[in-house]
């Protein structure tokens, strides 16, 4: 497909681990990026990952890359009512076009 | 503190009215873009500038004017011809000496159209 594909929502208890799931469109898009977006604000640079790598590590965010399947996920480990947001996923393309995803609406319950 | 701003915060604009977003980075980033976001979707490039007195149209262009005059600002205008004008705008810089090209995003404008 053209777009950027992501679960629109996804709610958790306050403690557990999040994945949010992204399937992005062009096996050549050299950085994969998640973006924290809180009500009424901009968009902020969670982490990134080269598309050479199958894993990156930082805190409690962990990201995945399937190059094969074009999938990539973020895990928060002991999410908090802090983590409320929407998380975007990004692709940058091999003609150097970003593109988005719809972003995922994340609710944590206490 | 290097950043980008975003003014004003909130924007209510008449109908048949051209408004101007303002957007300033002092990052010394080359590249400047403009999107929109509505609810539910992603985020659609507007017009994007990889350098002073050049500009590209993006996937929604129409009903949009841009100019970059000066590298640290990228000033967008929502003309009266953009149909459906309401929607939260978001201005975004990278630098395009860098290999990633990371954008980083303002806090973004929200207008409405009365």
């Known amino acids: 497909g053209e777009d950027v594909e992501q679960s629109l929502f996804l709610s958790v208890r306050e403690g557990d681990s999040s994945v949010i799931n992204c399937t992005y469109t062009d096996s050549s898009s050299t950085y994969l990026y998640w973006y924290k977006q809180e009500p009424g604000a901009g968009l902020q640079l969670l982490t990134y990952i080269f598309s050479n790598m199958d894993m990156k590590q930082d805190q409690r965010l962990t990201v995945l890359l399937n190059k094969k399947d074009k999938h990539l996920s973020l895990r928060i480990a002991d999410t908090q009512t802090g983590d409320s947001a929407i998380y975007f996923c990004a692709e940058m393309r091999s003609n150097n076009d970003m593109r988005f995803g719809a972003g995922t609406r994340l609710t944590v319950k206490p | 503190d290097g950043g980008i701003t975003q003014s004003p915060k909130y924007l209510f604009r008449k109908e048949g009215q051209n408004v101007t977003l303002s957007c300033e980075q002092n990052?010394?980033?080359?590249?400047m873009y403009w999107y929109r976001q509505d609810p539910g979707q992603g985020l659609r490039l507007i017009y994007y500038?990889?350098?002073?007195?050049?500009?590209q149209k993006g996937d929604i262009a129409e009903g949009y004017s841009v100019s970059r005059e000066k590298k640290e600002s990228f000033p967008l205008t929502v003309t009266s011809a953009q149909k459906n004008p309401t929607a939260f705008y978001l201005c975004?810089?990278?630098?395009?000496?860098?290999?990633?090209?990371?954008?980083?995003f303002g806090p973004g404008t929200r207008l409405t159209v009365l």
């Open positions: 975004a810089s990278s630098s395009t000496s860098e290999i990633m090209d990371t954008q980083y």
């Open positions: 990052l010394n980033h080359d590249a």
């Open positions: 500038s990889q350098i002073v007195n050049d500009f």
